[in-house]
T-cell receptor
Framework: KNQVEQSPQSLIILEGKNCTLQ??????????LRWYKQDTGRGPVSLTI?????NTKSNGRYTATLDADTKQSSLHITASQLSDSASYIC??????????????FGAGTRLAVHP | DAGVIQSPRHEVTEMGQEVTLRCKPI?????LFWYRQTMMRGLELLIY????????DSGMPEDRFSAKMPNASFSTLKIQPSEPRDSAVYFC????????????FGQGTRLTVV
């Protein structure tokens, strides 16, 4: 069964601190893994997308890693800011014929950054 | 580009009424997705269109839900009759190209069925 599990479910950190969010998946056939940020009341916004051959990708203070062998990914946030408070969703694509990808969503990690 | 545009942003309706949600994808995108998000179940794919043709509707919960894409710039998701358990935020997303392209989400429609 295709599944994406994220941990922790929620996290509180102080402004300026670093944090790491985890994602484990069992998705086949794997196509790519994405991290989305979703602010309250808004749609998800893509942070990174990684294919099988990529094991790290950065977007500003966000760095995602991918270990395709262990089927794990992490999202590291450096020097957190209040605006980082949001839900972070790990999404894994399963590839089907004809170029169609089915996205399997994790439940998300709700991050709160406090001053 | 204004991004994916959804309307209305909020909808409150009585049980049994018909509800129509609308989506304008980003111009030039050939894939369109409808998602539903609730606290209990997170984000769920309802239906996926490619070049205006429904490819995967396995996520549509039941016959009360229907979706159409009459042209490349417009899609609707209809619920008839609506029920309180349909209350959720409904997102539309669009993308272009192959498997590893990014999907852009709209702001969502928050539906409340009372």
């Amino acid at each position: 069964k295709n599944q994406v599990e994220q941990s922790p479910q929620s996290l509180i950190i102080l402004e300026g601190k670093n944090c790491t969010l985890q994602c484990n998946y069992t998705v086949s056939p794997f196509s790519n893994l994405r991290w989305y940020k979703q602010d309250t009341g808004r749609g998800p916004v893509s942070l990174t997308i990684m294919t099988f051959s990529e094991n790290t990708k950065s977007n500003g203070r966000y760095t995602a890693t991918l270990d395709a062998d262990t089927k794990q990914s992490s999202l590291h946030i450096t020097a957190s800011q209040l605006s980082d408070s949001a839900s972070y969703i790990c999404v894994v694509s399963a590839a089907f014929s004809g170029g169609y990808n089915k996205l399997i969503f994790g439940a998300g990690t709700r991050l709160a950054v406090h001053p | 580009d204004a991004g994916v545009i959804q309307s209305p942003r909020h909808e409150v309706t009585e049980m049994g009424q018909e509800v129509t949600l609308r989506c304008k994808p980003i111009s030039g995108h050939n894939s369109l997705f409808w998602y539903r998000q609730t606290m209990m179940r997170g984000l769920e794919l309802l239906i996926y269109f490619n070049n205006n043709v429904p490819i995967d509707d396995s996520g549509m919960p039941e016959d009360r839900f229907s979706a159409k894409m009459p042209n490349a710039s417009f899609s609707t998701l209809k619920i008839q009759p609506s029920e309180p358990r349909d209350s959720a935020v409904y997102f539309c997303a669009s993308s272009f190209g192959g498997r590893n392209t990014e999907a852009f989400f709209g702001q969502g429609t928050r539906l409340t069925v009372v």
